[in-house]
């Protein structure tokens, strides 16, 4: 490999890894409070019995909406635990098809809880039909995950972001809609610019504020295979 | 003794009242840091429980607004992340820090030990 080579591999190495860290660490948090929740409902029935057990009225309709209060919890951290097993699956195949309209509602629903703390809401707009492009999967979420970095950045006041995935030609575009301003499609820390950077050279890839939408565009090629028969 | 309990996920508060209220604690709940200040405005608290990241007010904030209104409360931060900056931040601005799950009869500890000191 040459220098320049040895450089993008390791910035999309970095990138790669700081993002698998911010959504491991966000998964685990909503997991605490899941739990810290079911430990606080666990805790009431247990109260409820101990007072029912020291004369106070049965009260069965109580504790049977505690326990489905419970089922609730399991459910949520259950497809939180989903989404973070797909994430890290995506990294099985450096070059695999991939189905981008599932891709996108599986960052989305990953961002969840960063956009709720932004006071945000993005969502995954479902296309019509299949939309699919040869890629590696994991640096393309991790693509699609800085790139609603940068346009949380640059969000509107409705504070709503919506991503659609459409075929384009020889690829896919993931279109970013709700942002203001002028919008910096390089946007958010210098690592992650440069991260950002890096994924989208590797991945033959393109970002850019469509100037008659205010829409960030990001293009996705189908990867060729290198001659050497290597992989990104 | 009158707690306030802050966090944004309003199941976890709401049991963890019930709970308090099972062991003779008068405890009221708010999930966001504006329902917090205007529940502090209409009556005092002897200590509030406090989340330490919640959306829009950080726990370190909303404990700002409320000691402007109640100078003599004291705090108790609550966490679910449990990282190093957290821990740091909790220990030094609050009275005691605690990680998510709480233990109840030791958070009730707590709060009659913050209260009474």
Redesign the interface.
């Given at each position: 490999m040459t220098s320049p080579d040895v450089e993008l591999v390791r910035a999309v190495s970095e990138a790669g890894l700081r993002f698998f860290g911010v959504m491991s660490?966000s998964v685990s948090?909503e997991i605490?409070?899941k739990?810290?929740?079911i430990?606080?409902?666990a805790?009431?029935v247990e109260?409820i019995a101990v007072?029912m057990r020291s004369g106070r009225a049965p009260d069965p309709d109580r504790l049977e909406m505690q326990a489905q209060?419970i089922v609730d919890?399991i459910r949520q951290a259950n497809r939180i635990v989903r989404a973070l097993n797909r994430l890290a699956h995506s990294t099985d195949e450096a070059d695999a098809t991939v189905d981008v309209a599932e891709l996108v509602a599986l960052v989305v629903e990953l961002y969840g809880r960063k956009a709720?703390?932004?006071?945000m809401v993005i969502e995954a707009e479902a296309p019509t039909g299949e939309i699919e492009v040869r890629t590696n999967p994991f640096l393309l979420a991790n693509a699609i995950g800085l790139c609603l970095d940068s346009a949380m950045a640059n969000a509107g006041g409705s504070r709503a972001l919506r991503v659609i995935a459409e075929g384009d030609g020889d690829g896919v575009s993931i279109r970013i809609r709700g942002l203001e301003g002028d919008v910096d499609s390089g946007g958010g820390p210098a690592t992650d610019r440069a991260g950002l950077g890096s994924l989208l050279e590797t991945l033959g890839s393109d970002l850019a504020v469509d100037r008659e939408s205010g829409d960030l565009v990001l293009s996705i090629r189908n990867l060729k295979p290198r001659e050497n028969g290597s992989q990104p | 003794m009158k707690v306030l309990l802050v966090d944004d996920e309003h199941e976890l508060v709401a049991t963890l009242a019930e709970r308090l209220a099972f062991r003779g604690v008068d405890a009221q709940w708010a999930t966001t840091g504006r329902d917090a200040v205007a529940l502090a405005s209409r009556e005092s608290f002897d200590v509030a429980v406090l989340d330490v990241k919640m959306p829009r007010i950080s726990g370190i904030q909303l404990k700002k607004e409320l000691e402007r209104i109640h100078p003599e409360m004291k705090f108790v931060f609550v966490t679910g992340h449990g990282s190093e900056e957290d821990f740091r931040i909790g220990s030094a601005e609050a009275d005691r820090y605690l990680a998510k799950p709480v233990d109840i009869e030791s958070l009730v500890e707590t709060l009659k030990e913050v209260v009474s000191s």
């Amino acid at each position: 490999m040459t220098s320049p080579d040895v450089e993008l591999v390791r910035a999309v190495s970095e990138a790669g890894l700081r993002f698998f860290g911010v959504m491991s660490a966000s998964v685990s948090h909503e997991i605490r409070n899941k739990l810290a929740v079911i430990n606080e409902k666990a805790g009431l029935v247990e109260d409820i019995a101990v007072a029912m057990r020291s004369g106070r009225a049965p009260d069965p309709d109580r504790l049977e909406m505690q326990a489905q209060r419970i089922v609730d919890q399991i459910r949520q951290a259950n497809r939180i635990v989903r989404a973070l097993n797909r994430l890290a699956h995506s990294t099985d195949e450096a070059d695999a098809t991939v189905d981008v309209a599932e891709l996108v509602a599986l960052v989305v629903e990953l961002y969840g809880r960063k956009a709720a703390m932004a006071q945000m809401v993005i969502e995954a707009e479902a296309p019509t039909g299949e939309i699919e492009v040869r890629t590696n999967p994991f640096l393309l979420a991790n693509a699609i995950g800085l790139c609603l970095d940068s346009a949380m950045a640059n969000a509107g006041g409705s504070r709503a972001l919506r991503v659609i995935a459409e075929g384009d030609g020889d690829g896919v575009s993931i279109r970013i809609r709700g942002l203001e301003g002028d919008v910096d499609s390089g946007g958010g820390p210098a690592t992650d610019r440069a991260g950002l950077g890096s994924l989208l050279e590797t991945l033959g890839s393109d970002l850019a504020v469509d100037r008659e939408s205010g829409d960030l565009v990001l293009s996705i090629r189908n990867l060729k295979p290198r001659e050497n028969g290597s992989q990104p | 003794m009158k707690v306030l309990l802050v966090d944004d996920e309003h199941e976890l508060v709401a049991t963890l009242a019930e709970r308090l209220a099972f062991r003779g604690v008068d405890a009221q709940w708010a999930t966001t840091g504006r329902d917090a200040v205007a529940l502090a405005s209409r009556e005092s608290f002897d200590v509030a429980v406090l989340d330490v990241k919640m959306p829009r007010i950080s726990g370190i904030q909303l404990k700002k607004e409320l000691e402007r209104i109640h100078p003599e409360m004291k705090f108790v931060f609550v966490t679910g992340h449990g990282s190093e900056e957290d821990f740091r931040i909790g220990s030094a601005e609050a009275d005691r820090y605690l990680a998510k799950p709480v233990d109840i009869e030791s958070l009730v500890e707590t709060l009659k030990e913050v209260v009474s000191s």
